[in-house]
Structure formats: structure tokens, C-alpha cells
């Protein structure tokens, strides 16, 4: 039985705290409260911000000499769908049609939103994908992230230029590492409540996968 495809939107570029020269790429449920973050390189997250921020470059960056092409030869790119989360790496499909025909071309989730929003083709995954690795957020911190969406300029190509090198961070920090009692878990809600609050999405996908974790041991 085919999912059904949930669609999202870009809310925002941030520099990623766990793997230097990355970004997280926060994604957006539309008809919902959960936030998909997606670490990508940064050359991708460049080509992204470019394109949302409209700026030309004066000879064709790699995304656009792809999008060249294919309008050149007369192919539209419908859809992105990020079909797939597997040992937590992300997968996507770029959905083309060519003559009338439909074709579906396996592309790393970074690399298909860059040519999606040339293409302003909409962007989609599954609920299998977002009940794994989406970040629910509650009515308070939803009102604070949009908010953040109209008024932090994280995901602009400025912010990723000014962005300086973080070191890496331990992604189990020691006052989180004791055993499974009680204590630990409402530790690390409390953390995963402080990442969300300002807005470290990679951080809070951390401490997620740490509680769904101790919940099944």
C-alpha cells in the first residue's frame, strides 16, 4: 500500500553543531507541528540559499547548470519526496517527466531540495519518515518557531558565509549518561525542551533518538 505523502516547506539554514563545515536543514510540516532537520554539506546548503535569496551568480553553479539543462531538453521536475530514512542517512527521489512520461531519479535529499526550489517544485516524505525523525513541537514553541521563521536569518546565504567553525560536541554529554531510571529520561526531556526552544533542531533529534531509545530498553 503506497504512504501517504505529507508535504513540508524550508523554514530554515543553520550551522551544524555536531559536524563542522555541515548545516542542518530544518524542514517544515505544512499541515503540522513536526520539523525535519537533515544535515547536508555546505556547498549544498550555499546552492540553497542562493536560490531563496534570489542572487545570480555570474557563471551557472552546478544546481543551476542541472536546471539548465534540463529545462534546455524540455524536463520538469514535479516533486521531491524524501522517501526514506535508513541507518540515519536520508533518501530522496526527484519525480521528472519527460514527453509526458514520468521517470523517478534516486538524489541525496540536499542536492534534490537545491534543484526543488528552482524548479519551485513542492517537497514531500512520508509518514514513516516524520513519525522516525521528526521533532514534535507544542503549541508555545510552534508560536515561537514561527516567529523565528519571519524574523532569524539563519537560513540566508550571509549566515552561511559569516558562519565560524564549531568544534564538535560530545553527543552524550556526561550529566546525560547515567542508566534508564526516571531521573535520566526527565533529563533529557528537559534538554530536548531547551533544544527546541532555541531552535538547535540537530541537537533535539539527538536527545529524541536518546529518549525513544531508553523507552524500549
Do not use: W
Not at 508535504?7 to 513536526?34: N, P, T
Not at 542562493?50 to 539543462?69: K, V
Not at 542517512?89 to 534543484?115: K, N, Q, T, W
Amino acid at each position: 500500500m503506497q504512504q501517504q505523502k505529507i508535504r513540508l516547506d524550508i523554514i530554515g539554514l543553520s550551522s551544524s553543531h555536531s559536524q563542522i563545515g555541515h548545516y542542518a536543514l530544518v524542514l517544515r510540516e505544512i499541515e503540522g507541528k513536526r520539523r525535519l532537520p537533515i544535515i547536508i554539506g555546505g556547498a549544498e546548503a550555499q546552492a540553497i540559499a542562493l536560490e531563496l535569496e534570489n542572487i545570480t551568480t555570474n557563471r551557472p553553479m552546478t544546481h543551476d547548470l542541472i536546471y539548465n539543462l534540463a529545462r534546455h531538453f524540455q524536463i520538469n521536475l514535479l516533486e521531491v519526496i524524501i522517501n526514506d530514512l535508513n541507518e540515519g542517512i536520508f533518501y530522496a527521489r526527484l519525480i521528472l517527466e519527460v514527453d509526458g512520461e514520468i521517470h523517478e531519479i534516486d538524489s541525496r535529499p540536499s542536492d534534490a531540495v537545491a534543484l526543488g526550489v528552482r524548479f519551485k517544485a513542492p517537497i514531500y516524505s512520508y509518514e514513516s519518515v516524520l513519525a522516525e525523525a521528526g521533532i514534535v513541537l507544542e503549541d508555545d514553541e510552534e508560536a515561537a518557531g514561527d516567529e523565528y521563521d519571519q524574523t532569524d536569518s539563519d537560513f540566508s546565504l550571509a549566515a552561511i558565509e559569516r558562519s565560524d567553525p564549531l568544534e564538535e560536541e560530545d553527543p552524550k554529554p556526561a550529566s546525560l549518561s547515567s542508566g534508564t531510571d526516571k531521573s535520566t529520561l526527565n533529563q533529557l526531556k528537559k534538554k530536548l525542551d531547551e533544544a527546541l526552544s532555541s531552535e538547535d533542531y540537530e541537537a533535539a533529534a539527538r536527545i529524541r533518538d536518546r529518549i525513544k531509545r531508553l523507552n524500549e530498553e
